[in-house]
């Protein structure tokens, strides 16, 4: 079986995660997403709107995905990678050279962003509305 894995937030889930979680999907047979808990989100100065265990139940409902994860730290990536026997690290190509450490371990792709869409643009454009 060909493991997969990606990291994010995910908060305020939209065609922009789905489109990346099922390209991700094409890499492998199995999926883990690893998403950012409350306490690591307050480390990189971030605030969700959904707590961990909401955007976990949200990307467990979602096809493509057959594991999540918390991400705690930065450098939990290539502890990931060798526990969970990782074939292929994905990532948004916003983060492109990032993790070009872990090619030792896995194969390492970066997928372009889906134009236009965006959990920052999405919050932006509801605080101008409302």
Same mark, same amino acid.
């Given at each position: 079986?060909?493991?997969?894995?990606?990291? @994010?937030?995910?908060?305020?889930?939209?065609? !922009?995660?789905?489109?990346? #979680?099922? %390209?991700?999907? *094409?890499?492998?047979?199995?999926? =883990?997403? !690893?998403?950012?808990?409350?306490?690591?989100?307050?480390?990189? @100065? &971030?605030?969700?709107?959904?707590?961990? /265990? +909401?955007?976990?139940?949200? #990307? *467990?409902?979602?096809?493509?995905?057959? *594991?999540?994860?918390? *991400? $705690?730290?930065?450098? +939990?990536?290539? $502890?990931?990678?060798? %526990?969970? $026997?990782?074939?292929?690290?994905?990532? !948004?190509?916003?983060?492109? @050279?990032?993790?070009?450490?872990?090619? /030792?371990?896995?194969?390492?792709?970066? #997928?372009?962003?889906? =134009? !236009? =869409?965006?959990?920052? &643009?999405? &919050?932006? $454009? #509801?605080? &101008?509305? @409302?």
């Amino acid at each position: 079986m060909k493991k997969v894995i990606t990291y @994010g937030t995910f908060d305020i889930l939209h065609t !922009g995660h789905i489109n990346l #979680l099922r %390209r991700a999907k *094409e890499y492998g047979d199995y999926l =883990i997403v !690893g998403i950012s808990s409350d306490e690591f989100n307050d480390l990189k @100065g &971030k605030k969700a709107y959904y707590t961990f /265990e +909401q955007r976990k139940a949200i #990307l *467990e409902a979602v096809r493509y995905v057959n *594991e999540v994860i918390p *991400e $705690d730290t930065w450098e +939990q990536k290539l $502890d990931d990678v060798i %526990r969970y $026997d990782v074939d292929v690290f994905v990532m !948004g190509d916003d983060w492109k @050279g990032h993790f070009d450490y872990l090619k /030792e371990h896995c194969e390492v792709i970066y #997928l372009p962003r889906t =134009i !236009g =869409i965006s959990t920052t &643009k999405i &919050k932006t $454009d #509801l605080n &101008k509305n @409302g």
